[in-house]
């Protein structure tokens, strides 16, 4: 297939545009589907839940070389489950998913509440607190005792920056970026250095934790030492549960936004509504800005719609157009969380962490773990008697991942 003409490398425009590029593309053109260019190669940009269905079928669309070296040298680390296809993907999956069990996400779910419960105590009133990174604080301490990483309380802030570091900057080539890199070179020596003393017996691992199920974790069958995850890349795959869990910091600062801008969902939450509560999370995930889309590459010669893909086109689907496609959601830019009352999710329709089925796709596996950990906090927020002083609340689409400018400041009043 050729490429249109006047297709230019639209590279400067996707981290210029953030969050507005691919829809604003797509509206442009007036089409689901968009011929590109982004990193010097052909691409398509694909939204709904027909593409999500096509984008997430290994048929069509592997990840192995999509991910740029921006993105891995960040966010995900080298070697990670999300550059995987395959059987060697489906193995190295089931490590994450296996920790996905009722009693965990609970048990995760109640180590966050506890510090925050923790850190509120702490606060004095009249002194301003910056919700998104007291929430990288609290979900830090909370999902460390969790994965059985030792980290003493002295620390816990410092691994908050740094794990919240990696996330902010894999989107941007300026400062940010290099502070990622610095901070992933760092934790990725400490866990490794940490797998490695479990191995050798030095420090233990409570059964059946994060830890132990990286250090134990056999990529496959057959000679057990060869199989053993090397310490490196063990490292970025507890990052990559610890990581994550500590960004739902970023839904903590939203959820603070979302209760200022619409005080009426206070009381509900206050009153612990739980299938209000998770209406109100699914809302907070579906309506404000994280991952702005997903990508991987064409395995061969495709049509979706009766265009064509050629084979090798990276393809990128549209997560935040998804999430606001009007014909999906009535009235997208209203935020309302009784629009997930009663409503069954189909696999491919909300898609802020990917689409599809997390156990055969690339789908995050960590949706029970963002749930629970919101569901704990928001309704903690919901209940604080503060105020919110001036500041600059405003949300940038274009800077990816987005958040209050402010971070959501908020002064308590009393405890
Ligand atoms: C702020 C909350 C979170 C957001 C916005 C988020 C978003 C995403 C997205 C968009 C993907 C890529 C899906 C794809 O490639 O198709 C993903 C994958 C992944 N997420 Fe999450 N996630 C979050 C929380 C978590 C948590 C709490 C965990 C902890 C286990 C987690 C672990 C992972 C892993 C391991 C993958 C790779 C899956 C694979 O490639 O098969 N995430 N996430």
Redesign the pocket.
């Known amino acids: 297939m050729r490429l249109p003409r006047g297709v230019l490398d639209n590279t400067l425009s996707v981290l210029r545009e953030g969050y507005g590029w691919l829809p604003g593309l797509r509206r442009r053109h007036g089409t689901d589907m968009v011929h590109t260019r982004v990193l010097g190669q052909r691409a398509v940009g694909l939204c709904g839940p027909d593409a999500a269905r096509f ?2 079928d290994e048929e069509h669309v592997r ?1 192995h070389t999509a991910l740029p070296e921006l993105v891995r040298g960040t966010l ?1 680390g080298k070697g ?5 296809d395959g059987e060697a ?1 489906r193995r ?2 089931h490590l ?1 998913l296996d ?2 069990t009722p009693e965990n996400v609970a048990a995760l779910a109640k180590q966050v509440g506890e510090a925050w419960d923790h850190a509120v105590a702490g606060w004095e009133p009249g002194q301003p607190v910056v919700v998104l990174d007291e929430a990288s604080r609290v979900i830090t301490r909370g ?1 460390c005792r969790w994965a059985g990483v030792p980290v003493d309380d002295q620390d816990v802030p410092e691994v908050a920056r740094d794990l919240v570091a990696m ?1 902010d900057g894999f989107a941007t080539l300026g400062p940010r970026h290099w502070r990622a890199r610095r901070a992933r070179g760092r934790r990725e020596r400490w866990l490794a250095s940490l797998v490695d003393r479990v191995r050798r017996g030095e420090v233990e691992a409570p059964a059946g934790s ?1 830890l132990d199920a990286v250090a134990r974790h056999r990529d496959a069958d057959g000679d057990v030492t060869a199989s053993e995850l090397a310490p490196k890349l063990a490292a970025v ?1 507890l990052l ?6 500590v ?5 903590v600062a939203f959820a603070a936004h979302a209760l200022h801008r619409w005080p009426e969902h206070r009381q509900r939450l206050r009153d612990g509504d739980a299938e209000f509560t998770e209406s109100f999370v699914h809302e907070l ?1 579906r309506f404000y800005p ?2 702005p889309f ?3 590459r064409a395995v061969s010669d495709l049509t979706w719609r009766g265009d064509r893909i050629p084979r090798g086109a990276l393809v990128l ?1 549209d ?1 935040y157009g998804q999430n606001h496609d009007g014909r999906l959601w009535e009235e997208p830019y209203a935020f309302r969380p009784d629009r997930f009352l009663g409503r069954k999710i189909g696999a491919f329709e909300l ?6 089925d ?1 156990r055969t ?7 029970p ?2 749930v629970a ?1 919101l569901s704990a906090l928001v309704p903690r927020l919901a209940a604080l008697d503060h105020e919110v002083p001036g500041q600059d609340l405003g949300i940038s689409l274009s800077r990816v991942p987005a958040r209050p400018a402010s971070g959501f400041v908020l002064v308590p009043r009393r405890r």
């Open positions: 984008f997430y990840r995900f990670a489950v999300h550059t995987l993907h190295r999956k994450f920790l996905v999902v996330v994060a795959e990559n549960v610890i990581r994550p869990t960004a739902v910091c970023w839904f995930r994280f991952a997903v990508g991987g689907l997560l898609v802020p962490q990917g689409g599809g997390p796709g690339h789908r995050c596996p960590g949706e773990f963002t950990v």
